[in-house]
């Protein structure tokens, strides 16, 4: 059975930091891309960071400030978030992609995080 599981989330105030980790089971971790997505309230989800594993890609809004890792001998990937903003409040959502069929991919279930004073 696949599961992605979040953790790490929390409130933080502006500036602060907060670390994600996402612990996967059920499939084959090294190959999948696995990512960070969010989503705002009224917004649309959209994908925050990814890594391949030999690379990593950012959104515009995160460079600089976050930074995606992953574990491959643990199954977990992890978001180290600094400099954090108001506006990087969200539900942040692992994901899991297979690398050659880009169809194939599992959610986690979301974990919250707000920056807030």
């Known amino acids: 059975q696949v599961q992605l599981v979040e953790s790490g989330g929390g409130s933080v105030q502006p500036g602060g930091s907060l670390g994600l980790s996402c612990t996967t089971s059920g499939f084959i971790f090294s190959s999948y891309v696995m990512s960070w997505y969010r989503q705002a309230p009224g917004k649309e989800r959209e994908l925050v960071a990814a890594?391949?594993?030999?690379?990593?890609n950012y959104a515009d809004s995160v460079k600089g400030r976050f930074t995606i890792s992953r574990d491959n001998a643990k199954n977990t990937m992890y978001l180290e978030m600094n400099s954090l903003k108001p506006n990087d409040t969200a539900v942040y959502y692992c994901?899991?992609?297979?690398?050659?069929?880009?169809?194939?991919?599992?959610w986690g279930q979301g974990i919250q995080v707000t920056v807030s004073l």
């Open positions: 890594s391949t594993g030999d690379t990593s």
């Open positions: 994901n899991a992609k297979w690398r050659w069929n880009p169809r194939l991919y599992y």
